[in-house]
């Protein structure tokens, strides 16, 4: 009698017992999602590039090609996402434990900083200029160009093996223009491995904060994109016949600069011709890369004392892949410190 009752006892305890769990089990099956997030994982408010600008591959199918590609020797510590790394919707490889997420940028790190392959000087000039034997562009070791819609459709291989090792893509003007040719110049200099940025040109007679905006919105913030280029000068061309101040200039300039470096994390370039640096930049922006159009003489005798990064040393160049005449520029600076500049200036 006395087992009996021990028994029941315990059967009853037993019965309790498994209510209780299986009570628990369904109430955390119930229970909303943890709003918490793994320390490797940020939210990040940077602004994802247009899939009409980069790549078309489904992400699927980027996953898959990622998955495949990684190399097994790797340790898992380098595989953790960088405090540089881009957007937060970069592909994951699939099949793979969270400790091992990739980089945002499916490209290595390592493969993105190898120096890329620099090709000499076979540009000819339809109106040669002897700068002198000393300060020759062709002294120079990197050379590249900058196109707009005037070149048309470009041969880009053709045209990277003829020397052209960067190349500046006109992107805007003002605060409603896009070049009609920018989206796909953009994504065929991608594609034929040229390094590769976008300028504006600064119309006056709008505001600097609508300009930067409108910049923003049409080209993608990239990895690997040379910094943002501000083209500056007086056009007698244009319809704004607008001459402001110096004071004004200047004040505009650094709106817009400050607007593009904040969103694009890189200091943008100057770019300017001789009668408008006179009247406006002589002395002016110390601390900004300047690009300096000298098609007559040497950067040092039209700009005196100023640094300079780009030289644009022609409007006439001539060049298979391109018809009709293209402007040419020499970096300022060794083969070496070139990948040291784009290193130091792309992400």
Known sequence: MRLSAVSTILLACLTISGCAARGEREAAQAAPPSKELTGSITKTSRVVPSVEIGETVSRVERQQALAVAMPTNLRPESLMPSDQSGDDDAPVPLQRPLAMLSPSNPVPRALRQQPMQIYSHRFRDAKPINFGTSTSPRKLAVHGVDVSRWQGEIDWD???????????????????????????????????????????FFYWCRTAGEQADWFIRNVPREAGALPPVIDVEWNGESSCKRRPSREQVLAKMQVFMDK???????????????DFYRDNLSGELLNYPFWLRAVAQHPSKVYPGRKWLFWQYSGSGVSHGVEGKIDLNAFHGSEQDWHNWVASSVH
């Open 260 to 274: 593009l470096e904040k969103h694009y994390g890189q200091r943008p370039i100057v770019y300017t011709a001789p």
């Open 158 to 200: 053709t045209l990277r093996t003829q020397g052209a090792n960067f190349v500046y893509i006109k992107a805007t003007d003002g605060g409603d223009h896009i070049d009609p040719m920018f989206k796909k110049n953009w994504r065929a200099a991608q594609q034929a491995g040229l390094k590769h940025g976008a300028y504006h």
